[in-house]
């Protein structure tokens, strides 16, 4: 699985990276979590607000900065989608 | 929107989930009376335990410097962590209504004037974070938003913000509380369009015309569950009140200190109405300072019971609280300086002009 984390480097853009970071490896998934900075491709993904998280070049969630339990379940979700499909 | 996912990953657990929800509804709703009825009561209780504090507990006097700023500080400090918790959640609940991808679209297409009008309303209830205003100004001028009606949107949004609405609303009445709203506005929905007029697209920075965002539909937001808007305005409670409280605090410990300890009507002289330079003055002062409407507001206050002019006291807070620095430089990626001089002096002049109506009128 591929995550990308848009943002260009507010305070809130910080957070989410951190907390999907965190849920990767408590779930121990095989993920790589990469941090694009760059406004320009940030905006190739259509988003209005920052931060974005972008699981397989799918911009899943933007605006806001959601709880760990959330990104648990979005994280599992794209998992058993990967998984099953 | 995305029919790809063909696989029925979800479809078992689907009854399972609605009854959970439903229960979850229930509990969460029954947590909410009860939270509301702890705060009617708490909020009128408090005048009362906060003179007995200041009066019987501490022993201080109600004339004495120290006892007038202390029982300031025990009444109004919960009073606005109060007020607090309720407006933010009941915004939050609002505003999960709109999101900037519709705002987005409402604004398409609309006349210069009119554009103004609503994009400064929708600035108001529309969540965002100043961080993401360079995607939106580049979201918006890609939908064909003229820059003006972009900017009236981009003002507003921090220039009315429901933090000083509810001190406002908590340190003075309601009627300021207004005044504030409706200038604000006029402000945001003038400044967008002057700037609209004066044709200065070519202040953009050239690669924001480049960009070429793909036209395939966001994220689509399918309505949002009840539950959901509930768990928006805690979430909103949350991260807001987490983050004003400190500066809530300091600014109303400042309040306090300048209302027991400041001679009345000291500040009359320099920051009075007869005196014609005060206002452009707070604006200059104002607008370098970055602090949050929290902090700015209780000593707002203060200033104001020392006599300090409402013009005047109200031109500093939109100063401080409308243009900030760290906004500004952020939109210097997507504007040249030129623009961004005109931004803020157009702003600047606006609120200065709102400053002289309130002196000569009030």
Partial sequence: MNIKILGTGCAKCHSLEKTVKEVVSNLKL??????????KEILT?????TPGLVINEKVVLSGHVPNKREVERILMNAQSSEDKC | MNEVKTCSCDTGSATALAVGNYKNRTRLLVLLGIGLALWIVIYYWLQPAADFLTYNVFKLSASSRLGSSVAFFIYDAPKVILLLLLIIFAVGVIRSFFTPERTRQMLAGKREFMGNVIAGGLGVVTPFCSCSAVPLFIGFMETGIPVG???????????INEVALVLLYGMFDWEIALIYLVTGLAIAITAGWVIGKLKIEKYIESWVLDVKMSQAATTEESGMAFTDRIYYGLNAVREIVGKVWPFVLAGIAVGAVIHGY?????????????TWWSVPAAVVIGIPMYSNAAGVIPVVQALMEKGAALGTALAFMMAVVGLSLP???ILRRVLKWQL??????VVAIGIIIIGYLFNLLM
């Fill in chain 2, 327 to 329: 906004e500004t430089i």
């Fill in chain 2, 262 to 274: 400041v001679p009345e009507g000291l500040l009359a002289s320099f920051m009075g109405k007869d």
């Fill in chain 1, 45 to 49: 993904y259509n988003i209005l607000t």
């Fill in chain 2, 340 to 345: 961004i001089g005109v931004f803020i002096g």
């Fill in chain 1, 30 to 39: 095989d993920a790589q979590v990469e941090a694009v900075n760059d406004m």
């Fill in chain 2, 149 to 159: 009606v972009t900017l009236s949107f981009l003002i507003a949004s921090p220039m």
